[in-house]
C-alpha cells in the first residue's frame, strides 16, 4: 500500500516559511535586489521571485565549462505569464514573441498548464519584460510559488456548446478570485507607470470582500492566504463531463460544469487532492487522484473554493515541503474528515457528488487542424512538439504564428497538451492561414502519437532535472512511431510522457507509458495510465537507459497489437493483461532489465485507481 505520509511538526516550520514570514507580503527582499548591478538574485529573494512568476535559472549545459574558467554561472530568469483557461489575446502574444527575440533565447515554451514561458531573461531586464506585459494588460503574478496558480479550463472554443463557455468564464473568476491582494508586484515592478489591470466582475469582488468567518483573516493585507500564503504550490482546473484535456483529476481543487437541458448552469462538481509530485527514494511521497467532495450551485462555488484553500492553508503540512501538497493532507485525514472540515469552514452542507457520464477517450488528433467554432467561425489547432515554439531550416512555426497574429490578430487559446489553437477565424481567411503554414513548412497535422505526447524542459535550464526530457522525446517519439508502424498501430493515439525529474510537471503519472528521469541517461517506465486520465499509472521498470526504452517497448507493443480486445487502449491492455505476464514479455529482451524489488501487481498507483471522480460517481458516493 502507499505509504501514509508523516504528520507535520508545528514546532518546525521550514526555512521557506520564514522567508515568506519576513518578505511584508512578497516584497522583500527583492526590493531592493531589482535594482542591484548583480547578475542574480540571493538565495531568499529568489523565493520570493517566484510569487512574481519567475524562477532564476542557469545554463547548465556550460556549467561545468565555466566552472573550469573561474566564471560563475549563466544565471538567466524563466518567466511564466498568467492565461486563464489558456486564453492568448492577440496583442500580448506579439509582445512575447518579440520580448523573446530580444532579451530571451528566442524561443516560446508553451506549458502543460495553459501558460508560456519565456526563458534566458537577464536580471537586469527582467523589470522591463515585466513591464512590457504589463502594458498589454498580461500578468506572472501568482504563476509561481506557494500560492493558486493559473487556473486551466478545456480549451476548445464552442460557442454552441454552453458547457464550455462556463467553463471559461469560471475559469477566469476563480483565477480573480485567488488573486493575491498583495500590491506588491505593481510597486516593485511598475513603479509609476500608469497601467490598465482587467477589472474584475462584480461577484468575485465581493467574494473577495466578504469571505466567510472561518475563513477570514480579520486585519490581514491578505485575508484568504494570511501573511506566508500556502504550505505550497496550489492547482486549479475546470471542465465539462466528456473532456478531460485538463487531467481533472491531477489538481488540488477541480471543477466538472454541470449545465440544464437548455444549457443554463446547473452547478459544479467538485473534487479535491489530486496532485503528480514525489521524490525518488522516498515511499512516502507518491502521485495521486483527485477525490470527490460533492456539488455545489453557482452561487455557491466562491465561499466553497475559498473554503478549500483556507482548509489547506491552516492544515497543510508547513515542516517538510516535500510532503506540504493539499493531496497528502487529504490522503492522511480521509476523504471524509476532509470534507466535513471544509463544510466547517465553509459554514455550509456539499450537496452528494451524483453519478457522472464517463469521460470519453481522447480523440486521434484531439483539437488539431480546423474545426466549426458553432457561431459561423473556425478554430485551428496547431501541434506543437514539446510546447517550444521556434524556429528550425524545415519548420518556421513561430514566424507563422507571428505572420498570422499580425495579419488577422485573431486570439489564441493555449491547450493543457502544449499544443495552440487559433480562434475566432473568418471563414474567408481559413485559406490565407492555410498558405502562410505551407510557406513556413507548418503541415496539417496526421501524427495520433504527437497529438497528446508532452514532455517537460528539464535540461539545460530547469534546476531540478536529473536527466533530458523535451531534447530527448522527439527521438524517442521518433524510434516509437517506426515500431508502431511496423505493427499497423501508426494510428494508435498512445500517451506518452517524459519528464526529466520524478516531480510530474508533464503528468507522466497519468500516462500510458510515462518515463520519468531517475539519474544521468535513464528513466523509470511508468505504464498502464488510462487515456481518459482517470487512472494512474503504475512504476514498471526503475532504470531504463535512454537507447533502451524502445527495445523495452517493443515486446509489450508487440504483445499488446497481437492480443488487444477491440479499440482497446494499451493502458487499459497493460492493467488487464497483468504486471507479471508483462514483465515474462521481457525474458530474453536485450535491453538491461534491472530487478526493481516490486512484486507484480504491486499496488503503486492502484490503490488510488477508484479513488477519482469517474470511480466514486460509479459507485454513487
Known amino acids: 500500500m502507499t505509504a501514509a505520509p508523516p504528520p507535520a511538526d508545528p514546532r518546525k516550520l ?36 517566484k510569487f512574481h512568476g519567475s524562477y532564476q535559472q542557469d545554463d547548465r549545459d556550460s556549467r561545468q565549462e565555466r566552472r573550469q574558467a573561474g566564471l560563475e554561472r549563466d544565471y538567466r530568469m524563466m518567466l511564466r505569464t498568467r492565461q486563464p483557461g489558456g486564453y492568448m489575446p492577440a496583442p500580448l502574444y506579439l509582445t512575447l514573441d518579440r520580448l523573446a527575440d530580444r532579451y530571451g533565447y528566442g524561443t516560446l515554451r508553451l506549458t502543460t498548464r495553459q501558460t508560456i514561458q519565456l526563458h534566458g531573461i537577464l536580471k537586469k531586464d527582467l523589470k522591463t519584460v515585466i513591464q512590457e506585459i504589463v502594458a498589454e494588460m498580461g500578468s506572472t503574478l501568482a504563476t509561481c510559488g506557494d500560492i493558486n496558480r493559473n487556473v486551466m479550463a478545456c480549451p476548445a472554443p464552442f460557442k454552441n456548446k454552453p458547457a464550455y463557455v462556463h467553463a471559461h468564464t469560471y475559469a477566469r473568476k476563480l483565477a480573480d478570485l485567488l488573486a493575491p491582494h498583495t500590491g506588491a508586484y505593481y510597486e516593485l515592478w511598475i513603479d509609476d ?3 490598465e489591470i482587467p477589472p474584475m466582475d462584480a461577484d468575485v469582488q465581493a467574494a473577495r470582500q466578504q469571505l466567510p468567518p472561518k475563513v477570514a483573516l480579520p486585519g490581514s493585507l491578505e485575508p484568504l492566504y494570511g501573511a506566508t500564503y500556502l504550505p505550497r504550490k496550489f492547482k486549479c482546473a475546470i471542465t465539462v463531463p466528456e473532456d478531460n484535456s485538463v487531467d481533472i483529476y491531477s489538481q488540488d481543487i477541480g471543477l466538472i460544469v454541470i449545465t440544464g437541458k437548455g444549457g443554463d448552469l446547473l452547478g459544479f462538481f467538485v473534487g479535491g487532492g489530486g496532485g503528480m509530485g514525489r521524490t525518488h527514494g522516498k515511499e512516502e511521497t507518491f502521485p495521486l487522484l ?9 452561487e455557491q462555488i466562491y465561499g466553497l473554493v475559498q473554503a478549500i484553500v483556507a482548509v489547506q492553508r491552516d492544515h497543510g503540512n508547513r515542516s517538510d515541503r516535500k510532503q506540504a501538497r493539499m493531496k497528502y493532507l487529504v490522503h492522511q485525514w480521509g476523504i471524509k474528515k476532509f470534507r466535513q472540515t471544509v463544510e466547517t469552514y465553509w459554514g455550509e452542507k456539499l450537496k452528494p457528488f451524483r453519478p457522472l457520464p464517463p469521460v470519453q477517450p481522447r480523440l486521434d488528433l484531439g483539437y488539431l487542424g480546423w474545426h466549426e467554432q458553432g457561431d459561423g467561425k473556425l478554430f485551428l489547432g496547431i501541434s506543437v512538439l514539446n510546447g517550444r515554439i521556434q524556429d528550425s531550416p524545415e519548420r518556421q512555426l513561430k514566424t507563422a504564428l507571428r505572420r498570422i497574429t499580425e495579419s488577422f490578430a485573431y486570439p489564441l487559446q493555449l491547450a493543457p497538451t502544449q499544443d495552440l489553437l487559433i480562434t475566432e477565424v473568418e471563414p474567408q481567411h481559413r485559406h490565407p492561414i492555410d498558405q502562410i503554414l505551407r510557406e513556413c513548412g507548418v503541415l496539417p497535422p496526421s501524427r495520433p502519437l504527437l497529438a497528446w505526447s508532452m514532455a517537460c524542459p528539464a535540461l539545460p535550464t530547469c534546476g531540478l532535472a536529473i536527466t533530458e526530457s523535451e531534447r530527448y522525446l522527439p527521438q524517442v517519439l521518433q524510434d516509437l512511431e517506426k515500431l508502431l508502424q511496423e505493427l499497423h498501430l501508426e494510428h494508435e493515439p498512445l500517451v506518452v510522457r517524459m519528464t526529466g525529474c ?7 503519472y497519468l500516462a500510458e507509458i510515462g518515463l520519468v528521469g531517475v539519474q544521468p541517461g535513464a528513466y523509470q517506465l511508468w505504464l498502464g495510465g488510462s487515456p481518459r486520465g482517470d487512472r494512474l499509472a503504475q512504476l514498471f521498470l526503475d532504470k531504463v537507459p535512454g537507447e533502451a526504452i524502445l527495445a523495452t517497448l517493443r515486446p509489450l507493443l508487440t504483445n499488446f497489437a497481437q492480443e488487444r480486445y477491440s479499440q482497446e487502449s494499451f493502458g487499459d ?31 503503486n498507483g492502484a490503490a488510488v485507481v477508484g479513488s477519482g471522480y469517474g470511480g466514486a460517481a460509479a459507485a454513487g458516493v
Not at 520524478?502 to 507522466?508: L, S
Not at 497493460?574 to 499496488?603: F, H, K, M
Open 193 to 195: 507607470q500608469p497601467i
Open 14 to 49: 521550514s526555512k521557506v516559511e520564514a522567508l515568506k514570514q519576513a518578505s511584508h507580503f512578497l516584497r522583500d527582499p527583492l526590493a531592493r535586489e531589482i535594482g542591484q548591478d548583480s547578475s542574480h538574485f540571493s538565495e531568499a529573494a529568489v523565493q520570493i521571485l
Open 502 to 508: 520524478p516531480n510530474g510537471c508533464a503528468r507522466p
Open 290 to 298: 483527485a477525490q470527490p467532495l460533492g456539488f455545489v450551485r453557482p
Open 573 to 603: 491492455f497493460c492493467v488487464r493483461y497483468g504486471w507479471e505476464r508483462l514483465r515474462q514479455l521481457l525474458a530474453g529482451n536485450t535491453a538491461r532489465i534491472p530487478d526493481l524489488g516490486i512484486p507484480g501487481g504491486s499496488d
